[in-house]
């Protein structure tokens, strides 16, 4: 009988898409995927290290597989992604986690099929952890969530190093894909019915193909792909986003009409100490030659709150530039210290109570303003790509706009997959209510 295999993951997208590299390799090998971890003969976890709240669940989720391994020693527990990358994390799991068997890191997915194999033949723990990425492996397959959407990885690492963040320690440098891998790759997913594709990044925008090819060259080459119907990305830094990208807005047809475009901080003084290597007034200028070049554009955007040092002031002047930009969306996080990153170092450290009180005043602007603009959308007709059933139940199924909204609506299951005209009825602060009207 085949072994089956259950993947957990944590974290951004990035990770999400190295899971369906993980489960299409497992598959091209004969394992079978299953839905709960109870029925698979090995575990993996995907491990993110953004904030402390990810570590934490990494090992409550462990201490739960403690049991199971007792009970059944050939199950296999492997662990994985970004927390890898991180020594002190490795001693912990030695000396407190002896039960897991295999350890790699992010730059080395490619090794799970061989690191289970030995595991399994040597009867021993595997620790595989690269304290760097080298080539970029092409060719591996994915088994993906989605038949209609694709995530295509364009490049990894980050050389960024804001002083809040671990990501430039668990995933490396920048390192680029070629353009005509990602070309050919679009073209394959395109043949198999996918319609949209989400780039993927750390920071897409100073993506570098070749010398012809920038981030902006690659959307304008994929934009003449036949069949693809919707190009998006994620993230983008600001200080990279480039007019020729703002040009693409207007220029390709397939780039959706949607940024999300982390801004942290809308204190100068905060975004200095961050290290992000723009201001304020740049940001808001950005945003204002966006909603030139793209007039109904929405954005979304990520914000910390409570980094070290950061005064009444400072966080007024983040409520002030969320009142001005009017994000359609935003994903709001309490400063967290991350080991080996420089903010962990600063003194002035925020106290958890005002971190947490500016925390609510910040979430209820940014739901205030979602829900208005949400609100404004009532009568208008939206094309929605139907990604299947709904949350909420019976016959109704979900997709998203050009602007990346999720809508709801009464639907059967032959649009899964396809586009539709849905007039949009209600506005609700994390989503829209619609009807269809059309194909
Ligand atoms: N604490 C809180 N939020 C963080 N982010 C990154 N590092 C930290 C940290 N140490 C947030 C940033 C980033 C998003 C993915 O996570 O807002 O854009
Ligand atoms: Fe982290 Fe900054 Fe790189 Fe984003 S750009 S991954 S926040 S270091």
Not at 373 to 393: D, F, I
Request: hydrophobic share 35%; aromatic share 8%; with cysteine.
């Amino acid at each position: 009988m085949s072994k089956t295999f259950h993947i957990t993951t944590f974290g951004c997208q990035m990770n999400e898409h190295d899971s369906e590299i993980m489960a299409g390799m497992l598959t091209e090998k004969g394992f079978e995927q299953v839905k709960e971890r109870k029925d698979a003969d090995v575990a993996i976890i995907n491990t993110c290290s953004i904030r402390e709240n990810a570590d934490k669940r990494f090992f409550g989720t462990l201490g739960q597989l403690k049991r199971r391994k007792k009970e059944d020693p050939g199950f296999l527990v492997c662990v994985c992604g970004c927390m890898m990358q991180q020594q002190h994390i490795i001693d912990t799991l030695k000396s407190k986690y002896p039960w897991v068997d295999v350890i790699f890191g992010t730059h080395n997915i490619h090794q799970l099929p061989e690191l289970i194999d030995k595991a399994l033949s040597e009867k021993r723990k595997q620790i595989e952890i690269w304290p760097d990425g080298g080539e970029i492996v092409e060719g591996l397959p994915a088994r993906r969530l989605y038949t209609c959407k694709a995530l295509v990885n364009i490049m990894s690492g980050c050389n960024n190093f804001c002083t809040y963040c671990i990501v430039p320690y668990t995933r490396g440098r920048e390192r680029s894909r070629k353009p005509e891998e990602i070309v050919r790759e679009v073209r394959h997913l395109v043949r198999d019915g996918v319609k949209e594709v989400m780039l993927l990044g750390q920071n897409v925008n100073s993506y570098k193909g070749d010398s012809e090819t920038d981030f902006a060259g690659l959307i304008y080459r994929l934009n003449a792909i036949e069949g693809l119907e919707r190009i998006r990305f994620m993230t983008s830094h600001p200080k990279d986003l480039s007019d020729r990208l703002i040009q693409a807005y207007a220029d390709c047809r397939k780039l959706c009409r949607n940024i999300h475009l982390p801004v942290q901080s809308g204190s100068s003084r905060v975004l200095k100490r961050m290290n992000r290597k723009y201001t304020r007034e740049q940001y808001l200028e950005l945003v204002e030659k966006l909603r030139e070049a793209a007039g109904d554009i929405t954005i979304s955007t990520d914000i910390i709150v409570g980094f070290p040092g950061e005064t009444e002031e400072d966080f007024e002047e983040t409520l002030d530039l969320v009142r001005r930009v009017r994000y359609d969306s935003a994903f709001t996080f309490l400063y967290s210290v991350r080991r080996g990153t420089p903010a962990a170092q600063y003194a002035e450290q925020i106290p958890e109570e005002i971190k947490h009180q500016r925390f609510n005043r910040l979430v209820e602007l940014i739901n205030t303003i979602s829900a208005e603009k949400n609100a404004g959308y009532v009568g208008r007709v939206e094309r929605v790509l139907t990604e299947g059933p709904s949350k909420s139940g019976s016959q109704t199924y979900c997709g998203r706009t050009d602007g990346f909204k999720l809508v709801n609506f009464k639907g059967s299951a032959d649009m899964i997959g396809q586009m539709v005209d849905v007039e949009i009825t209600e506005g609700k602060t994390f989503s829209l209510e619609g009807r269809v009207i059309g194909g």
